[in-house]
């Protein structure tokens, strides 16, 4: 008698959902992906399993590795509270503070500083001894021996080699305060960060987010991204600073297009290709670690409303009100996922990447 074939489960699966989390940096607007985390933390049968992140995705991440690190999901919640309370606080004696009537009116003093002085000046000028505030805010945030020694979550950080324009991805053995502020050096304001005798500067130039380390370096097959900035926009930008920070923005995120783009073309010729072209892309997808395992993307994204705001807010650091709205910004597009997502973790992909990110 012929056995009995097992039914096939379509539902959400069983016990607790792993994922990964891909997060963005922005500056300020990484008070968005604190509220999105603030959220996801809440979900007790929710697993996160690798973690990587560019600048302020890096450092989001950093600290909510350190949080689940010592005190579980409650702990990770309360370290991001902290480390974002403790930002804010450095940020408002900083020559570039950025208030509340700046943001209403677009135009932060200190901003246009930086943008005329750092033409004819760097930061080894400015700042000879390359002071760094950031470093005395993840020194007293964050346990690096700990999180190399006994990580509850796979952390990757990405940084740009200054010297060769390439992209250096610190895994979990690595993690350390200065990669952590090599991801997040942003040249004009901050000396490059030194490690192993190569110089490093903000990792968004080349990966924001890094994906790809979190399907080769993980055994998860989930991954959920979390976007800060709008690739998408309604307008075409016409005056001097929006074509400006227009381009910015596509540089900040031309690396991780390029990965999603990659995914998608892989995912329509493995759909219709034939045998040869099939097996080379086979070959290919094995060797940048996709077809071992599934690949389900998911995305939490807040495009229309954080396209309307000025790029010069994301200095806006020191206003605690600003990052109040975001953190709630966060939490409620968290929450509208899950409701309509959750299910999907571990099953099926919720991003549809070529509809998504369609490249030509």
């Known amino acids: ?33 604190w509220g999105v985390l603030d959220r996801l933390l809440e979900e007790p049968d929710l697993e996160i399993v690798g973690v990587s992140g560019a600048s302020a995705g890096a450092m989001n991440a950093t600290v909510m590795a350190h949080g689940l690190a010592v005190g579980g999901h409650e702990g990770a919640r309360a370290a991001l509270a902290a480390f974002w309370d403790r930002l ?47 470093r005395v805010v993840l020194e007293d945030t964050i346990d690096f021996a700990r999180l190399r020694r006994q990580a509850p979550v796979k952390l990757f950080v990405c940084a740009t080699n200054a010297r060769t324009g390439q992209l250096k991805v610190f895994g979990p ?16 304001l901050f000396h490059a960060i030194e490690i192993d005798g190569e110089h490093y500067w903000d990792g968004g130039y080349i990966a924001n987010p890094p994906v790809l380390p979190l399907v080769t370096g993980t055994d998860c097959g989930d991954t959920l991204i979390v976007q800060i900035d709008p690739i998408r926009i309604e307008a075409l930008p016409t005056s001097a600073r929006a074509i400006r920070e227009r381009l910015q923005v596509l540089a900040f995120n031309a690396g991780f297009l390029r990965e999603m783009h990659a995914i998608a073309a892989l995912g329509r010729a493995l759909d219709r290709g034939g045998q040869g072209a099939l097996a080379r892309l086979r070959r290919l997808a094995g060797r940048l670690g996709i077809g071992r395992r599934p690949v389900r993307l998911h995305l939490i994204e807040a495009e229309a409303a954080l396209a309307r705001l000025d790029a010069t807010s994301k200095l806006a650091v020191g206003d605690a009100a600003f990052l109040a709205e975001l953190f709630t910004l966060g939490r409620g597009q968290a929450e509208g996922f899950l409701a309509r997502h959750k299910d999907a973790i571990g099953v099926r992909s919720s991003l549809d990447v070529a509809a998504r990110f369609p490249g030509e």
């Not at 056995?3 to 990484?30: C, D, E, F, K």
């Not at 930086?114 to 033409?119: D, E, F, H, P, T």
């Not at 053995?173 to 990669?179: K, T, Y």
């Open 88 to 134: 804010a606080v450095m940020a408002r004696s900083s020559p570039l503070a950025f208030g509340p009537l700046e943001r209403v009116t677009g135009r932060a003093l200190g901003r246009l500083w930086l943008a005329g002085i750092s033409q004819v000046a760097s930061p080894y000028d400015l700042n000879p001894a390359g002071y760094n505030p950031l």
């Open 1 to 33: 008698m012929a056995a009995a074939r097992r039914p096939v489960r379509t539902g959400p699966p069983r016990g607790r959902r792993r994922i990964n989390l891909a997060l963005q940096g922005g500056g300020a607007h990484g008070a968005f992906t």
């Open 173 to 188: 053995e690595a993690i350390s305060l200065d990669a952590v502020l090599a991801s997040a050096c942003l040249p004009q």
